[in-house]
């Protein structure tokens, strides 16, 4: 079990990186009307961490499912490794699988779990042994191999699960909420696990989560999925940091979204009034005077009764809470015609810097302040 950063991917004709999977148009509907996947574009490159991101019904299993060949797709095409397959079924792709529930033989001993996928491709005993103690290792497990699953705590099982995925050393490993049943102390060493394990093999991975954290901490890339399409597929910084629509802002991490009337544009900038207040914002969708915007600042980005000469926007507000939760107090202020607006402040000093009732000024840089499409967000 083998693999380095070398080995990430080849280059096609063009000059170009080739994509180990590809998805060109693919959409999915099971009753011929809904759409729960529709015009799905992704290149994944060879050893890449993607992942696939959003709520409930956006998709994003029926994506893994169709790449793994549990669900034909409708319309489009699906390839590895350059060959479309569409028709392929799923145990002639030679791709590892971990889901939520572990699916684990429970009948069976670890290296019996972990056997099995060597002993249905034909292996021979010795390779087996040798294929099962490295995945052992790989997952540091050794020393378990003769319990059951029963005996076995979840995040062992996960291991498991996971060693199991990588035993017969495919080029492509799915995993499907893979880490939903651990509690978060679990959650968190397991996702340290994942990381770990990726590095070291290289492997493709292409991963389903809703939890936006975990995204973050894995992925090399991720996709945000809403209503069957892409919202915006980039990497965790650039997300964050980068949002190109509403959507996306509020999904990824906290986020203060203004709903406003622009009332100039200048170049990559927009004045935009917002309750009584003008904001000034870094202009990302196409807009003029007269259109409605959704402005995004996050809140570490707003400062409470800061040094005013460092901040364009400057707005006043009223402290409507204040929660203490230990690295930083999380304040909560009326401000822009809004009710809810969120600052956090770091806690370096003390509890006592804002109180409730509280009158502050309230300031953010021009470039931490999105302009972004009109998007109504459910408080």
């Given at each position: 079990?083998?693999?380095?950063?070398?080995?990430?991917?080849?280059?096609?004709?063009?000059?170009?990186?080739?994509?180990?999977?590809?998805?060109?148009?693919?959409?999915?509907?099971?009753?011929?009307?809904?759409?729960?996947?529709?015009?799905?574009?992704?290149?994944?490159?060879?050893?890449?961490?993607?992942?696939?991101?959003?709520?409930?019904?956006?998709?994003?299993?029926?994506?893994?499912?169709?790449?793994?060949?549990?669900?034909?797709?409708?319309?489009?095409?699906?390839?590895?490794?350059?060959?479309?397959?569409?028709?392929?079924?799923?145990?002639?792709?030679?791709?590892?699988?971990?889901?939520?529930?572990?699916?684990?033989?429970?009948?069976?001993?670890?290296?019996?779990?972990?056997?099995?996928?060597?002993?249905?491709?034909?292996?021979?005993?010795?390779?087996?042994?040798?294929?099962?103690?490295?995945?052992?290792?790989l997952v540091r497990l050794e020393?378990?191999?003769?319990?059951?699953?029963?005996?076995?705590?979840?995040?062992?099982?996960?291991?498991?699960?996971?060693?199991?995925?990588?035993?017969?050393?495919?080029?492509?490993?799915?995993?499907d909420e893979p880490l939903g049943?651990?509690?978060?102390?679990?959650?968190e060493e397991m996702q340290y696990?994942?990381?770990?394990?990726?590095?070291?093999?290289?492997?493709?991975?292409?991963?389903?989560?809703?939890?936006?954290?975990?995204?973050?901490?894995?992925?090399?890339?991720?996709?945000?999925?809403?209503?069957?399409?892409?919202?915006?597929?980039?990497?965790?910084?650039?997300?964050?940091?980068?949002?190109?629509?509403?959507?996306?802002?509020?999904?990824?991490?906290?986020?203060?979204?203004?709903?406003?009337?622009?009332?100039?544009?200048?170049?990559?900038?927009?004045?935009?009034?917002?309750?009584?207040?003008?904001?000034?914002?870094?202009?990302?969708?196409?807009?003029?005077?007269?259109?409605?915007?959704?402005?995004?600042?996050?809140?570490?980005?707003?400062?409470?009764?800061?040094?005013?000469?460092?901040?364009?926007?400057?707005?006043?507000?009223?402290?409507?809470?204040?929660?203490?939760?230990?690295?930083?107090?999380?304040?909560?202020?009326?401000?822009?015609?809004?009710?809810?607006?969120?600052?956090?402040?770091?806690?370096?000093?003390?509890?006592?810097?804002?109180?409730?009732?509280?009158?502050?000024?309230?300031?953010?840089?021009?470039?931490?302040?999105?302009?972004?499409?009109?998007?109504?967000?459910?408080?």
């Amino acid at each position: 079990m083998t693999g380095s950063a070398a080995d990430r991917g080849t280059v096609d004709g063009s000059g170009a990186e080739a994509a180990h999977v590809e998805f060109e148009e693919v959409a999915k509907s099971y009753d011929g009307r809904t759409m729960a996947v529709q015009g799905f574009d992704l290149r994944v490159r060879r050893g890449e961490f993607v992942t696939l991101l959003g709520p409930s019904g956006s998709g994003k299993t029926t994506i893994l499912t169709m790449l793994a060949g549990f669900e034909a797709p409708t319309s489009g095409v699906i390839r590895i490794d350059g060959s479309r397959v569409d028709d392929l079924p799923p145990r002639r792709r030679g791709i590892g699988m971990v889901f939520q529930n572990y699916a684990l033989f429970p009948h069976m001993t670890v290296e019996e779990n972990l056997a099995f996928p060597l002993e249905v491709r034909g292996l021979a005993r010795a390779e087996c042994r040798e294929r099962v103690d490295s995945a052992l290792r790989l997952v540091r497990l050794e020393g378990l191999e003769k319990r059951r699953p029963g005996q076995l705590s979840g995040g062992q099982q996960q291991r498991v699960a996971i060693a199991r995925a990588l035993v017969f050393e495919p080029s492509l490993v799915l995993m499907d909420e893979p880490l939903g049943a651990l509690d978060r102390r679990l959650r968190e060493e397991m996702q340290y696990e994942i990381r770990r394990i990726h590095r070291e093999l290289a492997v493709t991975v292409v991963y389903v989560t809703h939890d936006q954290e975990e995204a973050m901490v894995l992925s090399e890339r991720i996709g945000v999925l809403r209503a069957g399409a892409v919202e915006q597929i980039a990497g965790p910084e650039a997300l964050y940091e980068e949002p190109e629509r509403s959507f996306v802002a509020d999904f990824i991490g906290e986020n203060n979204h203004l709903d406003g009337t622009v009332i100039a544009v200048d170049g990559d900038f927009c004045e935009v009034e917002v309750g009584r207040e003008r904001v000034r914002a870094l202009r990302i969708v196409e807009c003029k005077p007269g259109d409605r915007v959704t402005l995004s600042i996050r809140p570490e980005r707003v400062a409470v009764n800061p040094d005013l000469d460092l901040y364009q926007n400057q707005v006043g507000g009223t402290i409507r809470d204040v929660a203490f939760v230990g690295d930083h107090l999380r304040v909560r202020m009326a401000a822009c015609g809004v009710s809810n607006l969120v600052a956090k402040i770091p806690n370096v000093a003390g509890h006592g810097g804002v109180l409730v009732g509280d009158t502050v000024r309230i300031a953010w840089t021009v470039t931490d302040c999105r302009a972004l499409n009109f998007e109504t967000v459910q408080d």
